[in-house]
T-cell receptor, first 114, second 114 residues
Framework: DQQVKQNSPSLSVQEGRISILNCDYT??????FLWYKKYPAEGPTFLISISSIKDKNEDGRFTVFLNKSAKHLSLHIVPSQPGDSAVYFCAASKGGTSYDKVIFGPGTSLSVIP | KAGVTQTPRYLIKTRGQQVTLSCSPI?????VSWYQQTPGQGLQFLFEYFSETQRNKGNFPGRFSGRQFSNSRSEMNVSTLELGDSALYLC?????????????FGQGTRLTVV
């Protein structure tokens, strides 16, 4: 059973609008969350993270929101640009970010339409 | 600074065969981890090597094995290939083995089992 879920396999957004990518998790012990971006034919790259002691973290156009009671986090991209078109993976961990502790979701493919 | 290099980029094998994939980490990085990416499953952790020792292992059968050499290059071997092993295999390298801003992924090896 997947502990990290990204229920939307794909999302299309107009350039300049807001992109909202959602992620749900089942394990309330997760205390650290990460987002990765992956272009075709490239490896995933780290985008942004958030600790469970926060409910929001912002980095430029990217903001991650965490709702612990709902076990839900979201990644907001404002404004969306065509270069943001990629697959976005949500990941969660408990007790550190060593490789064995991080669980990835299945990914959401974002298309930003010019 | 050279990135993480994975070879080969693409591979087609027949069921029952075995395969070896290679990963050269960023210079100075001693931790190399391996992931399997399949549609709908996200990235699933296979194992991590640090200073030539397997430090962590994911939930994969014994057909999946690996090793790391003194120059930190790592190889992953899959024996008795099954159709379900068709996937993108990614490796990541880092200094000490944490999945965060200091970890970098290679482009992956696309394995197709026919």
């Amino acid at each position: 059973d997947q502990q990290v879920k990204q229920n939307s396999p794909s999302l299309s957004v107009q350039e300049g609008r807001i992109s909202i990518l959602n992620c749900d998790y089942t394990n309330s012990m997760f205390d650290y969350f990460l987002w990765y971006k992956k272009y075709p034919a490239e490896g995933p790259t780290f985008l942004i993270s958030i600790s469970s002691i926060k409910d929001k973290n912002e980095d430029g156009r990217f903001t991650v929101f965490l709702n612990k009671s709902a076990k839900h986090l979201s990644l907001h991209i404002v404004p969306s640009q065509p270069g943001d078109s990629a697959v976005y993976f949500c990941a969660a961990s408990k007790g550190g970010t060593s490789y064995d502790k991080v669980i990835f979701g299945p990914g959401t493919s974002l298309s930003v339409i010019p | 600074k050279a990135g993480v290099t994975q070879t080969p980029r693409y591979l087609i094998k027949t069921r029952g065969q075995q395969v070896t994939l290679s990963c050269s980490p960023i210079s100075g990085h001693r931790s190399v981890s391996w992931y399997q990416q399949t549609p709908g499953q996200g990235l699933q952790f296979l194992f991590e090597y640090f200073s030539e020792t397997q430090r962590n292992k994911g939930n994969f059968p014994g057909r999946f094995s690996g090793r790391q050499f003194s120059n930190s290059r790592s190889e992953m071997n899959v024996s008795t290939l099954e159709l379900g092993d068709s996937a993108l295999y990614l490796c990541a390298s880092s200094f000490v083995g944490y999945l965060n801003t200091e970890a970098f992924f290679g482009q992956g090896t696309r394995l197709t089992v026919v």
